[in-house]
């Protein structure tokens, strides 16, 4: 089963997006609707934390990856967040840094099953304000427990 | 709300797990995404009414101590009437299922079926694994 769903929760300034299953690129594009419009529901100005929730996620074939990897941090470019993950890849060195309506996002909790990858991640960019994790619970309570 | 001003159901169960059951455990949402009349039936009880449900669930909370619930996984009906979660809830046992408390973490698994009705919950049945955890907990305190 897929789920392909983002929440904006104003009252912990959270954003919560969920992608997972085996996904095609039509899922992709409308998980990624899913995250604008969760975006767009943030007011001008403000800040915001993000839960990225890939548990179970795994892309069909590899144009469906490529659709895939760039949006999380594409995105998040357009409201002041470098993922940290983007040192990795050199063709991200020119990636600029924006703020969409003066909003910024301040923080991120990335999620996935695959443990090699997410200890890998974790020990190379886990910082003060972005973590990542194998386990959804423990993600959502990190994030929740951030002050913004 | 999508193009017709139809709530998705999938986005009304995340909205309830995400704030009823997360962190800020926001009881007022309860007002937004349930009916009225809304009932849960769970461990063989059923509660009826947006008020009694909204008591229920903040007695549960003070049982369950910093309670959070994550949904693994959702899944809505075609005709947009139900729709159904896969979850897990953890917290620290301040009492819960009429035990003693202890702050020990203990998490459980449940699966939340729910109907829509007039864009908000109106109706959920839950299974749990609610026993399992009864009984781990009920052994080591004997």
């Known amino acids: 089963m897929k789920n392909l769903d983002s929440l904006w929760m104003a009252h912990e300034q959270l954003l919560v997006t969920k992608l997972s299953g085996d996904v095609t690129i039509p899922d992709i594009e409308k998980w990624e609707t899913s995250l604008y419009k969760a975006l767009d529901a943030?007011?001008?100005?403000?800040?915001?934390?993000?839960?990225?929730?890939?548990?179970?996620?795994?892309?069909?074939?590899?144009?469906?990856?490529?659709?895939?990897r760039e949006i999380i941090p594409r995105t998040l470019a357009d409201?002041?967040?470098?993922?940290?993950?983007?040192?990795?890849?050199?063709?991200?060195n020119g990636l600029l840094l924006t703020?969409?309506?003066?909003?910024?996002?301040?923080?991120?909790?990335?999620?996935?099953?695959?443990?090699?990858?997410?200890?890998?991640?974790?020990?190379?960019?886990?910082?003060?304000?972005?973590?990542?994790?194998?386990?959804?619970l423990q993600a959502r309570e990190w994030i929740a427990q951030l002050a913004v | 709300m999508n193009a017709n001003n139809i709530a998705d159901p999938v986005q009304l169960a995340l909205?309830?797990?995400e704030r009823v059951w997360g962190p800020s455990h926001d009881l007022n949402a309860i007002d937004e995404l349930m009916t009225e009349d809304y009932t849960i039936t769970t461990g063989g009880a059923t509660i009826?009414?947006?008020?009694?449900?909204?008591?229920?669930?903040?007695?549960?909370q003070q049982k369950l101590a910093d309670a959070i619930t994550v949904s693994h996984e959702t899944i809505r009906s075609e005709a947009g009437d139900r729709v159904i979660s896969r979850w897990i809830c953890s917290g620290?046992?301040?009492?819960?299922?009429?035990?003693?408390?202890?702050?020990?973490?203990?998490?459980?698994?449940?699966?939340a079926i729910w109907s829509v009705r007039d864009n908000r919950l109106?109706?959920?049945?839950?299974?749990?694994?609610?026993?399992?955890?009864?009984?781990?907990?009920?052994?080591d305190h004997s």
């Not at chain 1, 007011?43 to 892309?59: C, E, H, M, T």
């Not at chain 2, 109706?123 to 052994?139: D, F, M, N, P």
């Open chain 2, 48 to 60: 009826t009414g947006r008020s009694e449900f909204k008591e229920w669930v903040r007695t549960f």
């Open chain 2, 92 to 111: 620290k046992n301040n009492g819960i299922f009429g035990l003693p408390a202890d702050g020990r973490n203990v998490a459980f698994t449940g699966i």
């Open chain 2, 15 to 17: 909205s309830f797990l």
């Open chain 1, 99 to 136: 703020s969409k309506r003066g909003i910024r996002c301040v923080a991120a909790a990335h999620v996935h099953q695959d443990a090699t990858k997410i200890e890998k991640y974790q020990s190379l960019y886990g910082t003060e304000w972005e973590q990542f994790f194998t386990d959804p």
């Open chain 1, 42 to 68: 943030i007011g001008d100005g403000g800040q915001f934390k993000i839960l990225v929730d890939l548990f179970g996620f795994s892309a069909i074939n590899v144009d469906a990856h490529k659709r895939y």
């Open chain 2, 122 to 139: 109106a109706a959920c049945w839950v299974e749990r694994s609610a026993l399992e955890l009864y009984q781990k907990i009920k052994h």
């Open chain 1, 79 to 92: 409201y002041g967040w470098r993922v940290g993950y983007l040192d990795m890849f050199q063709e991200a």
